[in-house]
């Protein structure tokens, strides 16, 4: 069994445990971005080799109901791990990251784990309603889209500071389709963005239509911050194998598209 086969069973099996429990599913992280957008785009970016996947929960009780399915009876098909919401796809080896959100995460969208960590589970609620329905081949299930991705992983990268969620991000700031951006849009730029970070702003301004102000609010802090500390993290998104010329223009570039990324959230048409 290929490595993308095994992937596809890991998510028939655990969309198949949900479907019996009548808990809606939700494929979140980089196994997402493959499929909404590199597949899309015909481009390659950073690759996994785990899936994460969120599932709609009213409370904890549901989450160890869904845990028990996927790992107890005759013939259990995930295996437990010693993370409550980590467990092993018994067939194929593959990780699966399973995170409920919904009901359990209220009032303040935060969700407590048994050992004491905490994880934010802000804008989920949104990803879902806005998500798309992917066919993989007999599989038919909920993906997120490209602006939810890029929400979830500001989120993401502010929860645990891991340079991953930055290059994810940046990743399809640089590599979105002007093109279809502008066509869905079609709207003017002028005195608003340069046309390099088009893309950028575009994604900002839907993701300011489609996520709620509490998200909204949280994002423009996260993206405050990663500015503020550009010189830090943005180095660590390129390659050492530019010269300087080359360094300095890729480095203006990452900045350039988290501005406009930015602005578009900030932006208010009249």
Known sequence: MSEDQGKKQVLLDIKT??????????????????LVFDNRYNVEGRTTIDL???VQVNNWSDFQVLSEEMTQGSNPIFQATRVQHKFIHIA???EIDVVPFGAIGKPNQKIQWVDGNQMNVLGLDEAFSTAELQQIEELE???ISVTAFIVLKLIAWSDRKA???LEDIYFILDKYDIIDILTEENQDLQGIVEHQEAAAFFVGCQIKRTFSQTVINELEQILTKILQK???????????????????????TIVAKFEALQKGIEFTSS
């Open 230 to 252: 550009q010189n830090v993290l943005f180095p660590q998104l390129i390659s050492l194998i530019f010269d300087q010329d080359e360094w300095d223009a890729k480095f203006y």
């Open 141 to 143: 299930i909920k993906v």
């Open 163 to 165: 340079r991953k969620d």
């Open 92 to 94: 194929t080896g593959i």
């Open 52 to 54: 994460d996947v969120a």
């Open 17 to 34: 445990v949900a479907d019996k429990l009548q808990l809606p599913l939700l494929v979140v992280g980089a196994g997402a971005r493959i």
